[in-house]
């Protein structure tokens, strides 16, 4: 899988918009990003995937670039309950493509 | 269910004995996964079960770990001799299929402690 860079930490307002951003520099044309989170030690959560275009869901925002070496996770109206480290991957499209976390980005949402 | 089912969510064990962890998938899910994540630790890749192909063992750390799947559903990782070290907790996950676009759900884990 090509690897990511992640921020180790960030913090945001309750109530803002929190932005976590991913380098993938080296990804290849038919890997997804995908993000997920977790809380605590709960399992990790889903967020939401692409490919190439920008999607959108109920939880949150992804943004592609067009070059699709980086990407943006964006949680519109930040609550204290979306404390949690985020990891975004990129996962190859091969039999067995397990993810591969890599450390994510603690984000701190802060009244 | 509607989501992945991990049984026990907790198990205390002492050092030394065999303990078994099942995992229920998401009904129809062909594509099976087990993680595990040491406390403060990143998650660790131990075995991809794909419909009726030969696992991918690449992760287990030792021979006293080993997982089966029966009939394409429940799957069950075996940690015989325990030792400390093993404390942590084993996720399960699945997934629709193998190809990178369907989605791996996750279970909420069984914490294991070894004594």
């Known amino acids: 899988d090509a690897k990511t860079t992640q921020p180790p930490s960030m913090d945001c307002a309750e109530g803002r918009a929190a932005n976590l951003p991913c380098n993938h520099s080296?990804?290849?044309?038919?890997?997804?990003v995908y993000w997920y989170r977790q809380i605590h030690s709960q399992g990790p959560q889903y967020i939401i995937h692409g490919l190439k275009n920008n999607e959108t869901n109920e939880m949150a925002s992804l943004i592609i670039t067009e070059d699709r070496k980086s990407s943006t996770l964006i949680l519109p109206h930040a609550t204290l309950r979306d404390t949690a480290v985020y990891y975004c991957i990129v996962r190859a499209n091969n039999a067995g493509n397990m993810l591969t976390f890599g450390g994510g980005t603690r984000l701190m949402v802060k009244p | 269910g509607a989501g992945v089912s991990q049984s026990p969510s907790n198990k205390v064990t002492e050092k030394g004995k065999d303990v078994e962890l099942r995992c229920d998938p998401i009904?129809?899910?062909?594509?099976l996964y087990w993680y595990r994540q040491s406390l403060g630790q990143g998650l660790e890749f131990l075995i991809y079960?794909?419909?009726?192909?030969?696992?991918?063992k690449s992760g287990l750390p030792s021979d006293r770990f080993s997982a089966e799947r029966t009939g394409g559903s429940v799957s069950t990782l075996t940690i015989q001799r325990t030792q400390q070290e093993d404390s942590a907790v084993y996720l399960c996950a699945s997934s629709p299929g193998p190809t990178s676009g369907n989605t791996i759900y996750f279970g909420e884990g069984s914490w294991l402690t070894v004594v």
């Open positions: 080296t990804i290849s044309g038919n890997e997804y």
């Open positions: 079960f794909q419909g009726n192909s030969a696992p991918d």
């Open positions: 009904s129809g899910h062909t594509a």
